[in-house]
């Protein structure tokens, strides 16, 4: 089956960690993005890449790093610079311009 | 003000009913727009997809685009307690640096009570 996997549904950390976050698609997609979406909040953008070993910050970038290395993956590590990371962390990927991006079910990180 | 504009509700219809939802926005380079619908601890889905000006019908679901007054709409028709959800709208612009970057409205929730 086509499509975009995140892993883990669920996760956990104290306060200070450093943690990543996985992302993989099988789509053939050049392009993948990373947002965050707070309760009753649309989904903000924290970075996107739009080909193998380059990418660029989004709005909330600050706490946030990101590498592709790889096509089909798009890891995010959450850092504890980060002041609130606790949010649920939603990747998506696109083959074109138009912005017709496509979700992976997502991530909740809670830190404590 | 944001870029894109949401009312968040909550809306609650009964089971069979027109559900409008709405969104406006500000930036006149958007050309493409999208409706995608959310259930609860999951990842939007992709509901509806639309270039510039005009409507566009899928089933139960209707997308309309005014760009000359910067407004967007879903209209969900004969509403089933399955529709309810967080419903999300995002537009981009095309062509620039942005390459597909989406902007969202903050979504609507809705429940279709039977």
């Known amino acids: 089956d086509g499509g975009i996997t995140q892993s883990p549904k669920y996760l956990f950390r104290k306060e200070g960690q450093n943690v990543t976050l996985s992302c993989e698609q099988n789509?053939?997609?050049?392009?993948m993005y990373w947002y965050r979406q707070d309760p009753g909040q649309g989904l903000r953008l924290i970075y996107y890449s739009q080909i193998v070993n380059d990418f660029q910050k989004g709005d909330i970038a600050e706490g946030y790093s990101v590498s592709r290395e790889k096509k089909e993956s798009f890891p995010l590590t959450v850092t504890s610079a980060q002041k609130n990371p606790t949010a649920f962390y939603l990747c998506?990927?696109?083959?074109?311009?138009?912005?017709?991006?496509?979700f992976g079910p997502g991530t909740r990180l809670t830190v404590t | 003000q944001k870029e894109v504009e949401q009312d968040p509700g909550p809306l609650s219809v009964p089971e069979g009913a027109i559900v409008s939802l709405n969104c406006t926005y500000s930036?006149?380079?958007?050309?493409?727009f999208m409706w995608y619908r959310q259930y609860s601890r999951k990842g939007p889905e992709l509901l509806m997809y639309?270039?510039?000006?005009g409507n566009k019908e899928d089933g139960r679901f209707t997308a309309q685009v005014d760009k000359s007054s910067k407004y967007i709409s879903l209209f969900i028709r004969d509403s089933q307690p399955s529709d309810s959800a967080t419903y999300l709208c995002?537009?981009?612009?095309?062509?620039?640096?942005?390459?597909?970057?989406?902007?969202f409205g903050q979504g609507t929730i809705l429940t279709v009570h039977p």
């Open positions: 639309t270039y510039s000006s």
């Open positions: 789509l053939n997609h050049d392009a």
């Open positions: 930036n006149s380079a958007f050309q493409y």
């Open positions: 998506a990927s696109s083959s074109n311009r138009a912005g017709e991006q496509y």
């Open positions: 995002a537009m981009s612009a095309s062509g620039g640096t942005s390459y597909g970057k989406l902007t």
